[in-house]
C-alpha cells in the first residue's frame, strides 16, 4: 500500500526558517517524483514544488522560488521541503504528493502557521 | 501562468442526478488536466488524469471530457458519498496551476 507521512509542521513567526519531511512506504521512492501541494484555510490548492527521481531536477512557482527547497533522500524513502523567510501568506496545510504531473496519491498534511 | 477558470464554485442537486462542472484554461493544455475530489478534513483524492481517463478504483459514475482550453467532469447518479469540494489542475506546463474549487452538496 502506497503511504506518504507528512511531518513537521507548526507554529513559526515571521522570517523564520522551517524544514518539513515526507516519509514514503509502499512503493520504490528513488523511480518517482515528489511533489508538495499546499491549501490555505478555507481555500484552494496552490503547487509549491517538484523534483524528479534522481533529485536532479527541482521546479517552483514564483510565489516560493528563492525561499523554498524541495529535496529527497533516496536512501531514507523520505522527502523535505525547506522553507526560509516564511511569511503569513504561507499559513497552510502542506501535502507531499507523488507525481510525475498529475498527483495520483497524497499523504494526510502536516499544518504550517505563521503567526507572531 | 496558465489560469483554471473553474465553474460553478457551488453545486447543489438531488440523489441520482448527473452533475457537471467545467474547467476552461487559459491556453491550449493538450489533455493535460487532472479532476481531484476532497471530502472535508481530508486530503485531495486524483479521480481523473490525461483528462478522460478514470485513476484506479474510483467509480465509473464519474467521466471526465473536453480537449484545448475546455473541459469537464460528469458526475452520474449522483450519491450521498459525492458531497465534496473538486478541483481541476492542469500539468500541461509549469508552474501547475488549480480550477478554484467547486463545492457540490445534496439538494
Same mark, same amino acid.
Given at each position: 500500500?502506497?503511504?506518504?507521512?507528512?511531518?513537521?509542521?507548526?507554529?513559526?513567526?515571521?522570517?523564520?526558517?522551517?524544514?518539513?519531511?515526507?516519509?514514503?512506504?509502499?512503493?520504490?521512492?528513488?523511480?518517482?517524483?515528489?511533489?508538495?501541494?499546499?491549501?490555505?484555510?478555507?481555500?484552494?490548492?496552490?503547487?509549491?514544488?517538484?523534483?524528479?527521481?534522481?533529485?536532479?531536477?527541482?521546479?517552483?512557482?514564483?510565489?516560493?522560488?528563492?525561499?523554498?527547497?524541495?529535496?529527497?533522500?533516496?536512501?531514507?524513502?523520505?522527502?523535505?521541503?525547506?522553507?526560509?523567510?516564511?511569511?503569513?501568506?504561507?499559513?497552510?496545510?502542506?501535502?507531499?504528493?507523488?507525481?510525475?504531473?498529475?498527483?495520483?496519491?497524497?499523504?494526510?498534511?502536516?499544518?504550517?502557521?505563521?503567526?507572531? | 501562468?496558465?489560469?483554471? +477558470?473553474?465553474? *460553478?464554485?457551488?453545486? %447543489?442537486? @438531488?440523489?441520482?442526478? &448527473?452533475?457537471?462542472?467545467?474547467?476552461?484554461? /487559459?491556453?491550449?493544455?493538450?489533455?493535460?488536466?487532472?479532476?481531484?475530489?476532497?471530502?472535508?478534513?481530508?486530503?485531495?483524492?486524483?479521480?481523473?488524469?490525461?483528462?478522460?481517463?478514470?485513476? +484506479?478504483?474510483? *467509480?465509473?459514475?464519474? %467521466?471526465? @471530457?473536453?480537449?484545448? &482550453?475546455?473541459?469537464?467532469?460528469?458526475?452520474? /447518479?449522483?450519491?450521498?458519498?459525492?458531497?465534496?469540494?473538486?478541483?481541476?489542475?492542469?500539468?500541461?506546463?509549469?508552474?501547475?496551476?488549480?480550477?478554484?474549487?467547486?463545492?457540490?452538496?445534496?439538494?
Amino acid at each position: 500500500e502506497v503511504q506518504l507521512v507528512e511531518s513537521g509542521g507548526g507554529l513559526v513567526q515571521p522570517g523564520s526558517p522551517l524544514k518539513l519531511s515526507c516519509a514514503a512506504s509502499g512503493f520504490t521512492f528513488s523511480s518517482n517524483w515528489l511533489n508538495w501541494i499546499r491549501q490555505a484555510p478555507g481555500k484552494g490548492l496552490e503547487w509549491v514544488a517538484s523534483i524528479n527521481p534522481d533529485g536532479s531536477s527541482t521546479y517552483y512557482p514564483d510565489t516560493v522560488k528563492g525561499r523554498f527547497v524541495v529535496s529527497k533522500d533516496n536512501a531514507k524513502n523520505t522527502g523535505y521541503l525547506q522553507m526560509n523567510n516564511l511569511r503569513s501568506e504561507d499559513t497552510a496545510m502542506y501535502y507531499c504528493a507523488r507525481g510525475p504531473n498529475w498527483f495520483a496519491y497524497w499523504g494526510q498534511g502536516t499544518l504550517v502557521t505563521v503567526s507572531s | 501562468d496558465i489560469q483554471m +477558470t473553474q465553474s *460553478p464554485a457551488s453545486l %447543489s442537486a @438531488s440523489l441520482g442526478e &448527473t452533475v457537471t462542472i467545467e474547467c476552461r484554461a /487559459s491556453e491550449d493544455i493538450y489533455n493535460g488536466l487532472a479532476w481531484y475530489q476532497q471530502k472535508p478534513g481530508k486530503s485531495p483524492q486524483l479521480l481523473i488524469y490525461n483528462a478522460n481517463s478514470l485513476h +484506479t478504483g474510483v *467509480p465509473s459514475r464519474f %467521466s471526465g @471530457s473536453g480537449s484545448g &482550453t475546455q473541459y469537464s467532469l460528469k458526475i452520474n /447518479s449522483l450519491q450521498s458519498e459525492d458531497v465534496a469540494s473538486y478541483f481541476c489542475q492542469q500539468y500541461y506546463d509549469y508552474p501547475f496551476t488549480f480550477g478554484s474549487g467547486t463545492k457540490l452538496e445534496i439538494k
